[in-house]
């Protein structure tokens, strides 16, 4: 009984949710919201009813985790402390009916996050599922790629964009309504089907993400968001220590080199098609439209391929002889000199004005990220620690920096645009402490527990892609509900693998 729930509740998130909508982009942020509560507290409900007829039957429940002497390792524990940030944070705001429930910015209250927390405590208990179920999650994330790509193509045949405004008509893309929504949804389906295609063994399951993964190198660019060149590049230094690990070079190698092939597609279409390719950006995703860079990528990618290939049936023993922790530490160390040495050259030697953090930076977030940090400064002691209740840097903003804001930025936010700072405000740093704590101990979980499945790995990279991209960009209900579902899905199916290897060990 509880599978078939299990798999009806994620046939609805990862087919219907993803491209639902009511008057197109117009209502988008309450219909996803809408959307999320009825779909979860129906599987919290029919889940409650088949562990009522499981007690009546006479079997047992066990969740997963224990009390222990010393739970600080515990993703529930964490899980506990940050809805309970969000409860409190709503008793010291001014204004308890908005941190409640968000009407007046995104609606990412404390019912939300009520929601999130009993989400993850139940699916955390054990989550059986197939890898198959994840094919529906390809077929409307085929969808939504595909309306993204006509749209670029200024064919928009689904007709969201119809009675857009002209100076908003590129800030709305696919089913996803802004780009930077778009964008948060690119960082995990397109780490979930590298993931697919890495690990797992099903050939109708890599054929499928190959096809997945060819899409979605055509839509990063589309998406123009710079969050996603960021959750990306970390879940793929992610996937590159899985695939170490894993024996699985290869894959990853061929993996990526789809990837490069969609972004020459892509580029193709922006040289050849005419389309009104929006080129206000510089640095990666001006590089990546030029068609003698995308052929390198495409190429450098497949001959890296060949030659793992190639080392793994030459050396194929020796190879496996080798020290993997060791070759992953190697990596990790390069990706961090990589990153050190990339801002060095574009801050010191280039000059870019990409690492000079001024109020126009990144879209005017260095603007809303200085106020931010302002505004905890001068906090009261009981604001800085419980923060000032969810949804409040509308507010706040409005309070002590509007007619600054107008004057700087031509709009007024009602969002950090980057979920740590959000969570500092809002939560203060009791809030912010439980979130990091409670990611961080997911994550550890999962990949302890993984057993080398695929679902376990697609579901930590979902993770680690959104939290990427979300130190750019802002919570909502229309991509954020996935961090918390893959969080859920994570754990309950890395504790079958944990019950499955300690049975085998009996």
Not at 16 to 44: E, M, Q, S, W
Not at 117 to 127: E, K, N, R, T
Request: proline letters at 2%; hydrophobic letters at 50%; glycine letters at 8%.
């Amino acid at each position: 009984m509880q599978k078939v729930i299990n798999y009806l509740y994620l046939i609805y998130m990862f087919g219907v949710y993803p491209v639902i909508t009511h008057n197109k982009y117009f209502d988008i942020t309450i219909t996803r919201y809408h959307a999320f509560l009825y779909g979860a507290c129906a599987f919290i409900f029919l889940t409650a009813i088949s562990a009522i007829v499981k007690l009546s039957m006479g079997e047992k429940l066990t969740p997963r985790f224990a009390w222990k002497k010393n739970p600080i390792g515990e993703p529930e524990l964490w899980v506990l402390l940050f809805l309970l940030a969000n409860f409190v944070s709503a008793i010291v705001t001014d204004d308890p009916r908005e941190a409640m429930f968000g009407e007046q910015s995104r609606h990412m209250g404390v019912l939300i996050y009520f929601v999130f927390a009993v989400m993850i405590l139940v699916m955390s208990g054990g989550f059986e599922v197939a890898e198959e179920i994840f094919l529906v999650f390809a077929a409307s994330s085929a969808y939504a790629y595909i309306v993204a790509i006509f749209q670029h193509m200024e064919i928009d045949f689904m007709h969201y964009k119809d009675n857009i405004k002209k100076d908003l008509y590129n800030k709305f893309i696919s089913t996803f309504g802004n780009i930077n929504m778009f964008a948060g949804f690119l960082c995990v389906s397109i780490p979930i089907f590298l993931a697919m295609f890495i690990f797992s063994k099903k050939l109708y399951m890599r054929i499928t993400a190959g096809v997945l993964i060819t899409m979605g190198g055509m839509v990063i660019m589309i998406s123009n968001s710079d969050s996603v060149y960021v959750g990306l590049a970390v879940a793929t230094v992610v996937l590159l220590v899985l695939a170490i690990k894993e024996g699985y070079v290869g894959h990853f190698m061929f993996g990526y080199s789809f990837l490069a092939l969609g972004n020459l597609f892509l580029t193709l279409i922006n040289t050849y098609a005419h389309t009104r390719y929006d080129k206000k950006r510089g640095g990666l995703a001006l590089a990546l439209n030029r068609i003698d860079v995308a052929v390198l990528f495409v190429v450098f990618m497949a001959l890296a391929t060949v030659v793992v290939y190639l080392l793994r049936k030459v050396y194929g023993d020796k190879i496996a002889k080798i020290n993997k922790k060791a070759i992953i530490i190697a990596v990790i160390v390069c990706a961090a000199l990589f990153g050190i040495a990339f801002f060095i050259y574009g801050a010191f030697i280039r000059g870019s004005s990409l690492f000079k953090l001024n109020y126009k930076w990144g879209s005017y977030r260095g603007y809303i990220w200085t106020k931010m940090v302002e505004l905890f400064r001068d906090a009261s002691p009981i604001n800085k620690i419980f923060g000032h209740g969810n949804e409040s840097v509308r507010t706040l903003m409005n309070t002590y920096y509007y007619t600054e804001m107008i004057s700087v930025t031509h709009m007024a936010y009602d969002n950090a645009h980057c979920e740590l700072l959000q969570y500092l405000i809002c939560n203060g740093i009791f809030g912010l402490v439980a979130y990091v704590g409670m990611i961080v101990t997911s994550i550890a979980y999962i990949w302890k527990n993984a057993n080398g499945k695929p679902v376990a790995y697609m579901s930590l990279v979902a993770i680690i892609g959104y939290l990427g991209q979300s130190l750019l960009s802002l919570n909502q209900p229309i991509s954020t509900p996935f961090l918390f579902l893959f969080i859920g899905l994570g754990l309950g199916y890395a504790t079958i693998q944990k019950k499955a290897i300690e049975t085998e060990a009996k």
